[in-house]
Structure formats: structure tokens, C-alpha cells
């Protein structure tokens, strides 16, 4: 899940939080190719924004895929995954109850690899503790429990956010660089009421607690704001921000975000999975900037769209503060330019009709 938070400040409500080509990246092996085809992997939350992207992938690079999804009967939830290129000979979908405890197993079974990217993802809660934080948890270590009764999974990838890694209370400013060493911290999570930024610091904790005492391999990927092309029908979180500025938006907000695209988010767990040396946590994100060099951006994309023209405010612009990438790069991952994401983000919105064309009255 992406998500969009003010990270420059903790006590404002939540506005915003939450490479590459077109193609996955490839083994340089033909045998290793050959091996590939052989394996068998399990992709929880599979219709998702980020997780299609990770199946569109594995499916083209010959792996058979088994994919959760909450209900299989959704034509909005799986059409657009049984139509992705070698899904009718290797992608079986299914249904799982991420909070009941055993509920993955059969499907776990027999898999060389889980890519966990199911997880709730609600802003405005009644009962955070029961909407977003036992689910986020509970659930994580339910499909984990799945993989440590399965011997033949090699590895496990979880789905974890720059949430669980960026507030923590430090200043940010523009010498801040924030790497894989930096944690959130619960209690100042809970101070400032941030529960979903809570959820994803908690399960990946939980994970890698888990994970140690188990012997599981595992690995996380820790991504920020994700935009990029929708392969999913329905509109995602990330994209709303896009939409809200590209659809007559007056205004944008005095905060800094992350960026990267959903492919070279793909990208990433795959290569996790796939790098004998991957290890720990990998902080993905393209570049960090302020609201105003995304409006800029997309000035110079469609100048004839309609677009904000000032800061909500009249403060001092947020520090446009670094977020290490160095770590994922040493994969192979190669990422996609900010203004190409957004291109390709505006240009999806526009073919599945969210959005008008820039000269469309």
C-alpha cells in the first residue's frame, strides 16, 4: 500500500504520504531463465496497485503464480490480472482470510518464494486498534506462520512502507539523508495519532521478530508516494493526489514526498527475491521533492491543463530532504526519471477515463 503523509510536521492532519522500463528486469542466464519457470511463488493482496505490477512481472518471466485476492467472484478485483500475459497457464487466484491463522497454508505449500503485500489501509478510523493495526499485524505474522510450516520457501518479501522507517522525530532538513538504519517510533506515532503509519511500523517489527526466531529468510521493501500506470481498473490512494491536481485543484500543499514508479517498486521485489545477497530492508524511492516541483512538472507535461498555482500556505517551503536509494541500486535496479512517472501516472488516469484530456472541455 502507498499512502501520502505530511512528514516534514506531525501534527497537522494527514494530507499526503503513501528502473526502470516497462519490462521486468531479466537474468543474464539462460539456465537460471530455465530454472525460473519452474518455480512457484504466492502473492498476497495480488490485485493491488503495487502487487498486479509484481505478478505482471513474475508472469512474464515464466514463474507460476498463486495470488490472493479478497474476492475472486470481483470481476473489478480480477480481470485485469486473468488477462496479463500467461495467466491462463500459471496464475491460479484464490481466496484467504489474512486474520485467520492457517488460512494460507495450502496455497503457501510447495512455493519457493511469498511476496506478502496484502495490509489494510485506512486514513479516518473509528477504532484504529481493530481497523488498521491488529489487521496489519495479525496478518503478517498469520502468513508468515504459513511459510515457517512450508520448508520448500526459500525467501520471503514483505511489502513494508517508508512509514515504518521515516518518523521518528528527526529534523529534515536539506543535508537529512534517511537510509535503511532509521526506524519510526511507536509512541510518537500514537502521540500524534499517525495509526496507519503505526500499523506498518508495528507488522514490520512483528516481521522481522518473527522472521529471527524462525529462521526465515526475509526481506523488505520500503517504499514512499507510488504512482505510475494503473494496471487495476479502480483508483488507488497515490493517484488521488495526481487526479486532485490535474482535476482543478486551486491550490497544493506546503510538504515534501517521496517519489517512484510502481514498476521499479515490482522491480524491487523481485529482485529481492531473486538476489542470493539481498538482506534486510531496502528503502525505495526515486527522488525526494516539494509539491511545487510536481505541479511544476506537470506544467511542462500538459501546459494547457489547468493546474494549481500557489502554496496553501504562505510559510517557508518544507526541506526537500535525501532518502538513500544506494542500497536497492547495488541490485540492479535502475529507476524510472520523476517526470516520466508522472506522465505515465496523468496519461493512465486519463485512458481509464479518472481524468479529461488536457484540451477536453
Not at 490512494?237 to 515534501?256: D, F, K, P, R, V
Request: with cysteine.
Amino acid at each position: 500500500m502507498q499512502f501520502i503523509i505530511p512528514i516534514n510536521q506531525y501534527k497537522t492532519p494527514l494530507w499526503s504520504i503513501h528502473c526502470s522500463t516497462n519490462k521486468p528486469v531479466t537474468l543474464t542466464s539462460e539456465t537460471q531463465k530455465l530454472k525460473q519457470k519452474m518455480k512457484t511463488v504466492c502473492v498476497t493482496g495480488g490485485s493491488g496497485f503495487i502487487a498486479s505490477w509484481v505478478v505482471k512481472f513474475l508472469l512474464q518471466k515464466g514463474y507460476t503464480v498463486k495470488a490472493s485476492v479478497r474476492n475472486p467472484g470481483d470481476p473489478k478485483k480480477v480481470e485485469h490480472l486473468l488477462a496479463l500475459d500467461g495467466a491462463k497457464e500459471r496464475l491460479h487466484l484464490f481466496k484467504a482470510n489474512l486474520l485467520e491463522e492457517g488460512s494460507f497454508d495450502a496455497e503457501i505449500t510447495g512455493c519457493d518464494g511469498v511476496f506478502h503485500m496484502a495490509s489494510p489501509f485506512f486514513h479516518n478510523v473509528a477504532d484504529p486498534q481493530a481497523e488498521l493495526i491488529d489487521p496489519a499485524v495479525n496478518g503478517t505474522l498469520n502468513v508468515l506462520r504459513s511459510c515457517a510450516k512450508s520448508p520448500s520457501v526459500k525467501r520471503v518479501v514483505l511489502t513494508s512502507s517508508i512509514a515504518a522507517v521515516a518518523f521518528n522525530g528527526k529534523p529534515r532538513t536539506a543535508d537529512t539523508v534517511i537510509d535503511e538504519s532509521w526506524w519510526s517510533l511507536p509512541d510518537l506515532c500514537r502521540q500524534n495519532r499517525m495509526w496507519y503509519v503505526l500499523s506498518k511500523t508495528l507488522a514490520e517489527e512483528e516481521a522481522w521478530k518473527f522472521a529471527k526466531e524462525k529462521g526465515i529468510d526475509l526481506v523488505t521493501i520500503n517504499p514512499f508516494m507510488v504512482i505510475g500506470p494503473l494496471l487495476q481498473p479502480t483508483l488507488n490512494t497515490s493517484a488521488t493526489y495526481i487526479l486532485n491536481y490535474i482535476s482543478g485543484a486551486e491550490t497544493y500543499q506546503n510538504g515534501t514526498s517521496g517519489w517512484v514508479n510502481v514498476k521499479d517498486v515490482a522491480n524491487a521485489h523481485i529482485l529481492a527475491f531473486e538476489n542470493p545477497s539481498a538482506n534486510g530492508r531496502y528503502c525505495v524511492v526515486e527522488s525526494v521533492v516539494h509539491n511545487s516541483k510536481i505541479v511544476q512538472l506537470l506544467r511542462e507535461l500538459y501546459p494547457s491543463m489547468k493546474l494549481p498555482e500557489k502554496c496553501a500556505d504562505n510559510q517557508p517551503f518544507a526541506a526537500e530532504y535525501k532518502i538513500s536509494n544506494e542500497k536497492i541500486k547495488s541490485l540492479g535496479l535502475e529507476f524510472t526519471p520523476l517526470k516520466q512517472s508522472l506522465k505515465e501516472t496523468v496519461d493512465s488516469l486519463i485512458e481509464k477515463k479518472f481524468a479529461n484530456p488536457p484540451d477536453a472541455k
